[in-house]
């Protein structure tokens, strides 16, 4: 594995268990194998180490995302907490710890967002022929990140369940 390579996927490791701000540098290049020398030249300074990290959970989590359904969302959910843990969303954490205030983290994290609202749109126009029901399933689905934190991985059991009954009902008008 290249050095840059290394040292995201520690620094995504470590951002995800401890944190963002709570993740120093010496924990970073203790975690990554490398002088703080080494970290810096490859990727400047912490700011575009947690966008690098971001990135890369980023890609990690759309890569397991690659399904066709709505109930194969919550079912690709439920694999990855089972892999990774259920911590919540690593992108809101990364939002609540900078403030929304450090640019460069705000766009990777919009990136995310876009993305996700992207792939649910697509998903629910498959299964429905409408995106009026999009909203619905993103805010089942993110509450299930979150729920699953403190009531395990039947919070996102309990969020594929709603989500088939609402993709199932007649939209009703507005």
């Known amino acids: ?8 996927t520690a620094a995504e490791t470590a951002f995800d268990h401890c944190g963002f701000t ?45 399904v066709q359904s709505v109930d194969a969302l919550f079912a690709a959910l439920l694999d990855w907490t089972e892999a990774e843990g259920a911590r919540g969303c690593l992108f809101l954490r990364a939002t609540g710890e900078t403030g929304g205030e450090v640019p460069e983290i705000s766009d990777a994290v919009t990136a ?28 089942l689905f993110e509450g299930a990140v ?8 039947q919070a996102i059991a309990a969020a594929r369940t709603a989500a088939a009954v609402v993709l199932k009902q007649p939209r009703q008008p507005q």
Request: hydrophobic share 40%.
């Open 22 to 66: 709570a993740t120093g540098m010496d924990r970073l290049t203790e975690t990554a194998n490398v002088s703080s020398r080494t970290l810096y030249k490859h990727l400047g300074n912490k700011n575009a180490l947690i966008v690098a990290a971001l990135e890369h959970r980023r890609r990690r989590f759309f890569a397991q995302l690659d």
């Open 146 to 153: 979150t729920a699953a934190c403190y009531r395990g991985t």
């Open 112 to 139: 995310y967002r876009t993305d996700l609202r992207d792939l649910i749109e697509r998903l629910v126009v498959a299964e429905t022929g409408s995106t009026h029901e999009t909203d619905t399933i993103l805010v």
């Open 1 to 8: 594995m290249k050095i840059r390579n290394r040292i995201i």
